[in-house]
């Protein structure tokens, strides 16, 4: 079990710009398919991105040329850089694992688009 621990949200009006960071207790960006999810008030959580180790990445279609995931294995650490935000984007983003068992889920960080 790995835990993670999600940061970087705020509140940012719409085109703009919010990065992402997940760190965990194991070596999450180098050895762990990761991803990261959303989910809005009322809503289900989504999955938004994810990277596998082997380099593959998805978007779901609402955030793709919008979102970029990645990982720096010497920080131990997934991002997501997040341009041109849209209001629909508010949501507590989460990161977790992709294409397999999901850990607990961490705390969360909320992202507020709006002006």
């Known amino acids: 079990q790995v835990q993670v621990v999600e940061s970087g949200g705020g509140l940012v009006q719409p085109g703009g710009s919010l990065r992402l960071s997940c760190t965990g207790s194991g070596s999450i960006s180098r050895i762990y398919d990761m991803g990261w999810y959303r989910q809005a008030p009322g809503e289900q959580r989504e999955l938004v991105a994810g990277?596998?180790?082997?380099?593959?990445?998805y978007y779901r279609d609402s955030v793709k040329g919008r979102f970029t995931i990645s990982r720096d294995n010497a920080k131990n650490t997934v991002y997501l850089q997040m341009n041109s935000l849209k209001p629909e984007d508010t949501a507590v983003y989460y990161c977790n694992r992709y294409l397999a068992a999901r850990w607990d889920w961490g705390q969360g960080t909320q992202v507020t688009v709006s002006s």
């Open positions: 990277s596998s180790s082997g380099g593959h990445s």
